[in-house]
């Protein structure tokens, strides 16, 4: 693509339309292109630009609960989702749903009625020269796919994702798992003992536990040798786990002095040791038969979980490895990927990564230097948790609490613990917007 003298956003999507509108509010003539409908995907029905291809819902809306937190930094910053979602919203007690035509048309109509931004429909299939934003989302064209591929290598993009799930610190019984690895390396895994009962009735509710089959083309996906599903191990025969992820092998119990039968590892997901993995999970077992079966693994059994585990078709880069603490190419600041291509998770992280991009490639194209919130508040813990997971494992993440700085002191009630991170979260990126001089934009709000 030819050098521009404006930035361009491409992608037509939530992180594309909110990256695009942050920097014409700023004063940028922007072009976005989105290629369809001139070439269309396998999700998408229409070619409207802010297309909801799964759900109808953005989630919670309460600042005590993660997802409503990041809406109300979305909110101090002025996001088109949020004022589209008010206009074409429905009924969802608590969460915010809208109906998905008007959501789209809302967000077609604040995009393509502002003055300084072009909407081009083609395909794009290198990257820019110039200024620019790649929000393409999990679906990337494969030509574009290829070019950012020989860019950042061959481990800079992935095509499958395999997540195993996440559950909270505090909700597991101490009394029951014991710190220590393999032949008494790597002490920083958590291990959860089982006996030879406690493995076969688990096994036996895998087997007969519901699986989610899916409900898209585009999200039927080649299982591969090393990171099968569990459900798919378990109907391999009743040992396959206990030789697989499970195996109990240079493992003591402290309790027994005796290798477990089988056991459940659990690798820490963050610095502050907040969020921990279930090694090997990769499952498509639903939401509801996940917390029951998995709660049946002892020191599980009051789990809370922060992300649950799943299998699909995935395009998105490894944040950690490949881009800069903003997002951008190492070597040129001025092109930053946004939205789930990133390694966030939903559709208010995709959106909110798709704001803080619009707001740094404006500040860069200003000669001042990218900003990133503190990781107090949702939006960067987000982002710290893409800078420096593991590469090695870097698999996407949603908002939820064990992303952030835990509180200076030890709260027992839930519902307060979660009140005070809100608020806590709320001041902390309200003091952080006015001392970089972000300002929400008052035309940030759909048009017409």
């Known amino acids: 693509?030819?050098?521009?003298?404006?930035?361009?956003?491409?992608?037509?999507?939530?992180?594309?339309?909110?990256?695009?509108?942050?920097?014409?509010?700023?004063?940028?003539?922007?072009?976005?292109?989105?290629?369809?409908?001139?070439?269309?995907?396998?999700?998408?029905?229409?070619?409207?630009?802010?297309?909801?291809?799964?759900?109808?819902?953005?989630?919670?809306?309460?600042?005590?609960?993660?997802?409503?937190?990041?809406?109300?930094?979305?909110?101090?910053?002025?996001?088109?989702?949020?004022?589209?979602?008010?206009?074409?919203?429905?009924?969802?007690?608590?969460?915010?749903?809208?109906?998905?035509?008007?959501?789209?048309?809302?967000?077609?109509?604040?995009?393509?009625?502002?003055?300084?931004?072009?909407?081009?429909?083609?395909?794009?299939?290198?990257?820019?020269?110039?200024?620019?934003?790649?929000?393409?989302?999990?679906?990337?064209?494969?030509?574009?796919?290829?070019?950012?591929?020989?860019?950042?290598?061959?481990?800079?993009?992935?095509?499958?994702?395999?997540?195993?799930?996440?559950?909270?610190?505090?909700?597991?019984?101490?009394?029951?798992?014991?710190?220590?690895?393999?032949?008494?390396?790597?002490?920083?895994?958590?291990?959860?003992?089982?006996?030879?009962?406690?493995?076969?009735?688990?096994?036996?509710?895998?087997?007969?536990?519901?699986?989610?089959?899916?409900?898209?083309?585009?999200?039927?996906?080649?299982?591969?040798?090393?990171?099968?599903?569990?459900?798919v191990m378990v109907s391999r025969g009743p040992d396959t786990l206990r030789f697989g992820p499970m195996k109990p092998v240079g493992l003591t119990d402290p309790r027994t002095g005796e290798r477990p039968w089988a056991v459940v590892q659990l690798r820490r997901e963050d610095r502050a040791g907040q969020m921990w993995n279930l090694v090997g999970f990769q499952t498509r077992l639903r939401i509801g038969e996940q917390k029951r079966v998995f709660r049946m693994i002892p020191g599980l059994e009051e789990a809370e979980f922060l992300r649950f585990g799943s299998i699909h078709r995935n395009s998105y880069l490894n944040f950690p490895a490949a881009l800069t603490p903003h997002g951008s190419l190492r070597d040129r600041s001025d092109l930053i990927f946004a939205g789930q291509l990133t390694g966030v998770e939903g559709y208010t992280e995709s959106a909110s990564s798709g704001i803080l991009a619009g707001i740094n490639l404006s500040r860069i194209l200003r000669d001042e230097e990218p900003v990133v919130p503190p990781p107090t508040t949702m939006l960067g813990a987000l982002y710290r948790y893409m800078r420096e997971a593991d590469p090695a494992h870097f698999q996407p993440m949603n908002s939820n609490w064990g992303l952030v700085d835990p509180l200076d002191r030890r709260i027992r009630d839930k519902r307060r613990k979660r009140e005070l991170l809100g608020e806590r979260a709320l001041a902390d990126f309200e003091r952080w917007r006015e001392s970089v001089g972000i300002e929400a934009p008052e035309d940030a709000r759909v048009a017409g």
């Open 1 to 231: 693509m030819a050098e521009s003298s404006h930035p361009v956003v491409v992608g037509g999507g939530l992180a594309g339309c909110e990256a695009a509108l942050q920097l014409a509010n700023r004063g940028h003539e922007v072009t976005l292109v989105e290629m369809r409908p001139v070439r269309s995907t396998p999700a998408h029905q229409t070619d409207g630009l802010g297309e909801l291809v799964c759900t109808n819902s953005f989630k919670s809306e309460d600042p005590a609960n993660a997802h409503g937190a990041l809406k109300q930094e979305m909110r101090a910053l002025g996001s088109v989702l949020l004022a589209s979602a008010a206009e074409a919203r429905v009924p969802a007690g608590g969460a915010l749903a809208v109906d998905r035509t008007l959501f789209s048309a809302a967000m077609t109509r604040a995009v393509e009625s502002h003055p300084r931004i072009q909407v081009e429909r083609r395909e794009v299939t290198e990257l820019p020269d110039g200024p620019a934003i790649i929000a393409t989302g999990p679906l990337t064209s494969d030509a574009l796919s290829e070019a950012i591929r020989a860019r950042l290598g061959e481990e800079g993009l992935a095509f499958f994702d395999a997540i195993a799930p996440i559950v909270e610190r505090d909700s597991i019984d101490e009394s029951t798992v014991f710190a220590q690895g393999r032949w008494d390396q790597d002490p920083d895994y958590l291990n959860c003992p089982m006996t030879r009962g406690e493995y076969d009735r688990f096994v036996a509710e895998v087997a007969a536990a519901d699986v989610h089959e899916g409900g898209h083309d585009w999200d039927q996906v080649p299982y591969f040798e090393g990171c099968l599903p569990i459900e």
